[in-house]
């Protein structure tokens, strides 16, 4: 069962109990796969709460894209956790470099994860194996921020194309995710993990990003920005629920202020 928590302005949707999901896809995990979570768990459990709602929406055939906001390097876990204890398992997209970690990255790839080389002529691997993944029915979680918001008040910022671009491809859905929570455990581009008192993760899924009108049509620029637009608005508006209050009207652009990830 999970286990809620309330705070202001939470939202009126449903406590989701149980942790398996009717009619997710059924995904072979290799044995490394049951490490990690094994690991994970034994670390996250402990240290905290769980708010987790509108699991319900990830009840559906076939293998879907999660869209989630970025505040922490724990964050992954915390979705991971809500993601797999709800039936559906994810399969990351994560840094190369993470995969050259001793031991810890032999692990991870061995487990199915997804490696990310940016700005190498291998980039576009990510996005075949993303797609693959997807016909396979697996989940797979994409933050279009593409790295820890770096807004001041930790609100989203602009989107990147990415995610729009494998569910158009494939037709999958895209389930809008927003967590809050886990940047009291570890503050962004923090080392200093804050485990007492013991912290609450709120995660709130949405119903899938209504794209049906862009499906099936050509792929270009203009479509696979505003699916990419439409897949923010939702996740915004989740986050807004989460935190009881309205984002800014203008997203943050790290291009605007010449940053890099």
Same mark, same amino acid.
């Given at each position: 069962?999970?286990?809620?928590?309330?705070?202001?302005?939470?939202?009126?949707?449903?406590?989701?109990?149980?942790?398996?999901?009717?009619?997710? *896809?059924?995904?072979?995990?290799?044995?490394?796969?049951?490490?990690?979570?094994?690991?994970?768990?034994?670390?996250?459990?402990?240290?905290?709460?769980?708010?987790?709602?509108?699991?319900?929406?990830?009840?559906?055939?076939?293998?879907? @894209?999660?869209?989630? &906001?970025?505040?922490?390097?724990?964050?992954?876990?915390?979705?991971?956790? #809500? !993601? %797999?204890? &709800?039936? +559906?398992?994810? #399969?990351?997209?994560?840094?190369?470099?993470? #995969?050259?970690?001793? @031991?810890?990255?032999?692990?991870?790839?061995?487990?199915?994860?997804?490696?990310? %080389?940016? &700005?190498?002529?291998?980039?576009?691997?990510?996005?075949?194996?993303?797609?693959?993944?997807?016909?396979?029915?697996?989940? $797979? *979680?994409? %933050?279009?921020?593409?790295?820890?918001?770096?807004?001041?008040?930790?609100?989203?910022?602009?989107?990147?194309?990415?995610?729009?671009? $494998?569910?158009?491809?494939?037709?999958?859905?895209?389930?809008?995710?927003?967590?809050?929570? @886990?940047?009291?455990?570890?503050?962004?581009?923090?080392?200093?993990?804050?485990? #007492?008192?013991?912290?609450?993760?709120?995660? !709130?899924?949405?119903?899938?990003?209504?794209?049906?009108?862009?499906?099936?049509?050509?792929?270009?620029?203009?479509?696979? /920005?505003?699916?990419?637009?439409?897949?923010? /608005?939702?996740?915004?508006? !989740?986050?807004?629920?989460? /935190?009881?209050?309205?984002?800014?009207?203008? +997203?943050?652009?790290?291009?605007?202020?010449?940053?890099?990830?």
């Amino acid at each position: 069962m999970c286990r809620r928590a309330t705070w202001p302005g939470a939202p009126a949707s449903p406590r989701v109990e149980g942790t398996d999901v009717g009619r997710s *896809p059924k995904v072979r995990l290799p044995w490394a796969y049951r490490v990690c979570v094994a690991i994970a768990k034994s670390g996250v459990v402990p240290l905290t709460r769980r708010d987790w709602r509108g699991a319900e929406h990830l009840d559906r055939p076939g293998g879907v @894209v999660v869209c989630c &906001n970025h505040v922490s390097h724990l964050d992954f876990i915390m979705l991971a956790h #809500f !993601l %797999y204890d &709800n039936g +559906r398992p994810p #399969f990351f997209l994560a840094k190369d470099a993470a #995969f050259r970690v001793p @031991v810890l990255g032999r692990l991870i790839g061995l487990a199915g994860q997804i490696p990310v %080389y940016r &700005n190498t002529g291998r980039a576009v691997e990510a996005y075949r194996a993303a797609t693959r993944a997807i016909q396979q029915g697996k989940t $797979v *979680p994409i %933050y279009p921020e593409g790295t820890i918001t770096r807004d001041p008040r930790m609100w989203t910022m602009t989107g990147k194309t990415g995610a729009a671009r $494998v569910a158009l491809e494939t037709g999958c859905a895209v389930i809008p995710v927003a967590q809050w929570g @886990v940047q009291e455990l570890l503050a962004p581009y923090s080392g200093r993990l804050r485990p #007492f008192p013991r912290k609450t993760m709120r995660v !709130l899924a949405g119903p899938p990003v209504d794209l049906s009108d862009l499906q099936g049509r050509p792929v270009t620029g203009e479509v696979v /920005r505003e699916a990419t637009d439409r897949i923010m /608005r939702d996740v915004v508006g !989740l986050l807004e629920q989460l /935190r009881g209050e309205q984002a800014p009207e203008t +997203r943050y652009d790290m291009r605007r202020h010449g940053e890099s990830e």
